[in-house]
């Protein structure tokens, strides 16, 4: 288990990105033609992630996390990246295809196995007795 709050659980919003993630790659690689909505579903995708990196960058900082920093900006990076990935498929410059699903999921991926969990491990060793 993760870290709880009051609203929702960091696993709760991850399931909640995974479960997006499945539905907007699963798109992209059945409908060739499906790029408007490709680019609408990642727009309010990344606005779903904003929100969820914001909670995980307050958790963090209540919890004085020594990876507070480097964890941040990989969530910048990774807004930014979504972003421009987005208003480049909208304008139709990016085919959509398993490698353009593979290329986002693998994105995202990363930053779970290399940043969330860290963390994640990192937050149960200070919590465990
Ligand atoms: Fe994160
Ligand atoms: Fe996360």
Known sequence: MYIETKKSTIADEHYAITARIESITYL???????????????ASFTNILRDHFDHEERIM??????????H??????????????????SAGLI???????DTFRGWVNFHVSRFDLAFQEWHSAQTSP
């Open 72 to 89: 941040r900006k990989h969530h910048a990076y990774l807004y930014s990246n979504l972003a421009h990935y987005t208003s480049c498929i």
């Open 95 to 101: 085919p959509l295809s398993k490698e353009t699903a």
């Open 61 to 70: 900082a209540d919890n004085k996390y020594d990876g507070y920093d480097a």
């Open 28 to 42: 992209m690689t059945t409908d060739r033609d499906a790029s408007d909505r490709v680019a609408s579903l990642l």
